[in-house]
């Protein structure tokens, strides 16, 4: 089965500084990659997702992660944190088993931005 | 206009009582899931429905009893509720292993 960890529950910056969550991913077969973005008590929102075109990846809000096999590993970055970032990050594989996928989550990291 | 839509948003109820989480999809996807989010934020899989038809059950207790009248709907009734079932319930679809979508979440809170 694949999984994702991510490293790291809890992340402190300060706004304007570099925003890196980490997360690393074990898969048997070329992963489907996924991050997303909850703010507190709202839903799940897709920052970005990698399925195996470039490898790195742009999405919303200025984030971006770069897809690198070698290491597998799959971090999210912004360059320049904003006070609006605060929320928890997830990573997330796409698993899939004949007609059955689904996706599977890492723990979560938490950003605190301060000023 | 929303994708993934999820009734109620908040359910406040007894222990013992049987409660059901209703969920729709306009998105055309064949597959649907429920996920539970726990008060330590992680979300773990429940059930996956792809055309009506069940095809993951992860090892939830059996009060848990999906059900899917077509491809766009998946509710979700519980029963005989337990402290232990407060929780966060998403729902989710996707066409295939490239894309999720999901709701906004219903809280429950089991008193």
């Known amino acids: 089965a694949q999984s994702v960890t991510q490293l790291g529950s809890h992340v402190s910056v300060s706004e304007g500084a570099l925003v890196l969550l980490r997360c690393n991913y074990s898969s048997s077969v070329p992963p489907y990659l996924f991050w997303y973005v909850q703010y507190p008590n709202q839903g799940l929102q897709l920052l970005l997702k990698y399925t195996s075109a470039a490898t790195l990846v742009k999405g919303i809000n200025g984030f971006e992660a770069e897809f690198k096999k070698s290491e597998t590993s799959f971090h999210l970055t912004k360059p320049s944190a904003h006070m609006s970032d605060a929320a928890e990050y997830f990573c997330?594989?796409?698993?899939?088993?004949?007609?059955?996928?689904?996706?599977?989550f890492g723990t979560g990291t938490r950003l605190q931005v301060t000023l | 206009d929303t994708a993934v839509s999820q009734t109620p948003k908040y359910l406040v109820t007894q222990m013992g009582n049987d409660k059901s989480i209703k969920c729709e999809q306009n998105l055309g996807h064949d597959t649907m899931y429920w996920y539970k989010q726990d008060s330590k934020k992680f979300l773990k899989i429940m059930f996956s429905y792809n055309n009506k038809e069940l095809i993951i059950n992860e090892t939830v207790p059996n009060r848990f009893s999906p059900k899917s009248p077509d491809k766009a709907h998946l509710n979700l009734h519980i029963n005989s509720l337990e402290l232990g079932d407060s929780a966060v319930y998403f729902c989710?679809?996707?066409?295939?292993?490239?894309?999720?979508?999901f709701g906004s979440g219903t809280r429950l809170t089991v008193v």
């Open positions: 989710a679809s996707s066409l295939n292993q490239r894309g999720y979508t």
């Open positions: 997330a594989v796409s698993d899939e088993t004949g007609t059955a996928s689904k996706l599977t």
